[in-house]
């Protein structure tokens, strides 16, 4: 129980051999299901990171998902615009799970690389931002993403790339 009496979500192994809020019957789901599952949930559902930088899942197809944020004043930095580590952030979060939507049941990912070019500043509270992320090469052993963010504005403030390792069980 956390201090203010909300419930945190425990991780533990998810019988994928990772530790995620995912529950132990995580190995028995497509990533895309997994993804799925995450669509609505509420702020303290949520993965640490999307409550911590508040971004937040909203789509997620085979090869596709789409995030959320609205970037605040905890997300500045010492020039008092958003960090770019936000969009980095967001834009590896599309990209590795869109990768998890490729996934089948007991298989996971890690991220090897990812590549982010910021195109325009963010300002705090300046509206939502959305991130889609979707597959470009779909191999048995590499995947590789791209992952677009645009602005309430609809003008592209970030693109980037991201190469993921996928995780098969030993045999």
Known sequence: MAES????????????G??????????LKSGLELMRGGIGSGVSDRPGIGRSLNFWLVAADDGRVVFEGEPG???????????GGWTLTVIDSACG????????????????ETKVNMTRAIKPNSGVYRCEGQLL???RQIITSEAKVTGPDGKLYAHGTSTCMVLRPAA
């Open 5 to 16: 009496g909300s419930e945190k979500p425990v991780q533990a192994d998810d019988g994928r």
């Open 18 to 27: 990772a530790f995620s809020t995912a529950g132990p019957s995580a190995a």
């Open 73 to 83: 004043m905890e997300s500045l930095n010492p020039l008092g615009i958003v960090h």
């Open 97 to 112: 799970c869109a990768t998890m939507t490729a996934l089948e049941p007991g298989v996971s990912y890690t991220t090897l």
């Open 137 to 139: 090469v779909r191999g």
